[in-house]
């Protein structure tokens, strides 16, 4: 895991757009999530996601969208919160 | 306040120049803009209350000709048309038919005698944003919207228009996921002060995908859906 490709999909993705691919895909930057990136990831089926918000954890479970949830540890925001604490926290 | 009305509709003439005069403003009512112009240079008008379509030109060109404070009326404005008023400096852009009481409030908005911070007026209409200028005259921002798309080109840059006023991102996501719903349709928008609607016409088959759906209702806190025939309206509290 430790030589696994990281992206980071950006905060409004409404509109169908080129994705960049990696191995494990960081959406915690993700506000909004229109239907299309179901399709997208329908099309990449059991890529691995981390960092989702809770909000986008529902959408994409209740899609039925394939995906492997991989919140390994990241690197942590300022103070030593890392985005799944924050998430859990205030979201 | 001396005010110049510019409305061709004789009845409508009559009507707006006795309510107008009722509250207490001395009105010269005449049909176009030739008349408009003759009355001008003796009557001194402080202020213009015009439709927009009239018989021998644009009321809007009239206000810029003449550069007073303006109102403009009309039943078939569009955005664009209240866009350019507002930028000319409209005080207020009403569609007809316009009410005595509120062309008087935009005519006090006009002579300075409302104060205070931004306001929304006529929350019936959904669409109105009052922003007041560093002179104290207030401008009235239509905030309503109507987009037509034949094909997916057409419907993002439908999506990119509404993107501009759509005030919060869940107005955003959902006007995104009505726009890809479906090859063609038309999209109207009104936002109100605490809340909007949507309405879709479409050709074909509308809103068929149940994630749309469900995305939506996830994100909004309470949503209502109605059918009549092709038109479907999604609201929330």
Redesign the interface.
């Known amino acids: 895991m430790d030589d696994a490709t990281i992206e980071v999909w950006g905060s409004e993705l409404l509109w169908p757009q080129d994705l960049p691919v990696a191995d494990v895909i960081d959406v915690s930057q993700v506000e909004l999530m229109g239907t299309w990136v179901h399709e997208w990831l329908r099309q990449h089926p059991e890529q691995a996601i981390t960092g989702a918000s809770p909000a986008i954890r529902k959408q994409l479970v209740r899609a039925n969208v394939p995906v492997v949830w991989c919140d390994h540890p990241r690197k942590p925001l300022s103070g030593g919160v890392s985005n799944s604490e924050r998430a859990m926290l205030f979201e | 306040m001396r005010l110049l009305l510019v409305e061709d509709e004789h009845s409508i003439r009559v009507a707006l120049s006795r309510g107008l005069s009722r509250h207490g403003h001395q009105v010269e009512a005449v049909g176009s803009l030739a008349e408009a112009r003759e009355k001008r240079i003796h009557f001194h008008p402080e202020a213009l209350v015009s439709d927009l379509k009239l018989p021998d030109g644009s009321g809007l060109d009239l206000a810029e000709e003449l550069g007073l404070p303006f109102i403009l009326m009309t039943g078939y404005g569009t955005f664009d048309d209240a866009v350019r008023a507002m930028r000319l400096g409209a005080v207020d852009f009403f569609t007809k038919p316009a009410s005595i009481q509120s062309l008087c409030q935009a005519l006090e908005h006009l002579a300075g005698r409302h104060s205070g911070g931004p306001t929304v007026l006529d929350p019936s209409q959904g669409m109105c944003l009052v922003q007041p200028l560093a002179d104290g005259i207030a401008v009235r921002q239509v905030l309503t919207r109507a987009v037509s798309w034949h094909d997916a080109e057409s419907a993002?840059v439908c999506?990119d228009q509404l993107a501009e006023i759509l005030p919060d991102?869940m107005h955003?996501?959902v006007a995104?996921?009505l726009l890809?719903s479906t090859s063609e349709g038309r999209l109207v928008i009104n936002l109100h002060a605490d809340s909007w609607t949507a309405w879709l016409c479409a050709a074909v088959d509308w809103l068929p995908?149940v994630?749309?759906r469900?995305?939506i209702e996830?994100?909004t806190r309470r949503c209502v859906w109605r059918s009549e025939g092709a038109l479907v309206e999604c609201g929330h509290g």
């Open positions: 993002r999506f991102k955003r996501l995104s996921e890809q995908q994630e749309r469900q995305l996830d994100h």
